[in-house]
T-cell receptor, first 109, second 115 residues
Framework: GQNIDQPTEMTATEGAIVQINCTYQTSGFNGLFWYQQHAGEAPTFLSYNVLDGLEEKGRFSSFLSRSKGYSYLLLKELQMKDSASYLCASMDSNYQLIWGAGTKLIIKP | KAGVTQTPRYLIKTRGQQVTLSCSPISGHRSVSWYQQTPGQGLQFLFEYFSETQRNKGNFPGRFSGRQFSNSRSEMNVSTLELGDSALYLC??????????????FGPGTRLLVL
């Protein structure tokens, strides 16, 4: 079956660094997406990886290892506004996004 | 450019009723996907429409259906509502989901409560 696993909740301190892990098993693979969703709002796109390696975008970076079925989202210099849920999604061979349940990130001052 | 809009934003129905939700994609986008989001379950894919054709379908019962019009606006319908259908229904649009790296843009969602 198809499955995406990510931690349910994580807590970090303002100004620190946090890494949110995601493992995936999908029928085929057309890329790994990360979205951010603030409470009561729609998900917004953060990153896309289809090749192995690290993609950096400002304070956010995303890493992919296709051989391990593994990705992580790295958030640096955490700010209070980063408190949100982070959704990992793998696109399968039918171009369908398979979503994890999301990781709720709590930032403490 | 206007974003994805969904109407209504909130809806309360009773068991057995039916409901129709509407989604207007970003101008120029031809792909519209629908998702159901419930606490702890994450987003569950319902279906995707592209150029008025259903191109992909998730594992939901036949009570869930949809369509897309020539202007790319999409509607989804749920018949014979059950309590378990209470959820946030999100619509996402993109130029074409089959273009890799193509981002899906989400609307604010319709929160459906079934009593």
């Amino acid at each position: 079956g198809q499955n995406i696993d990510q931690p349910t909740e994580m807590t970090a301190t303002e100004g620190a660094i946090v890494q949110i892990n995601c493992t995936y098993q999908t029928s085929g693979f057309n890329g790994l997406f990360w979205y951010q969703q603030h409470a009561g709002e729609a998900p917004t796109f953060l990153s896309y990886n289809v090749l192995d390696g690290l993609e950096e975008k400002g304070r956010f970076s995303s890493f992919l290892s296709r051989s391990k079925g593994y990705s992580y989202l790295l958030l640096k210099e955490l700010q209070m506004k980063d408190s949100a849920s982070y959704l990992c999604a793998s696109m399968d061979s039918n171009y369908q996004l398979i979503w994890g349940a999301g990781t709720k990130l709590i930032i403490k001052p | 450019k206007a974003g994805v809009t969904q109407t209504p934003r909130y809806l309360i129905k009773t068991r057995g009723q039916q409901v129709t939700l509407s989604c207007s994609p970003i101008s120029g986008h031809r792909s519209v996907s629908w998702y159901q989001q419930t606490p702890g379950q994450g987003l569950q894919f319902l279906f995707e429409y592209f150029s008025e054709t259903q191109r992909n379908k998730g594992n939901f019962p036949g009570r869930f259906s949809g369509r897309q019009f020539s202007n790319s606006r999409s509607e989804m319908n749920v018949s014979t509502l059950e309590l378990g259908d209470s959820a946030l229904y999100l619509c996402a649009s993109s130029l074409n989901t089959r273009d890799l790296q193509e981002t899906q843009y989400f609307g604010p969602g319709t929160r459906l409560l079934v009593l």
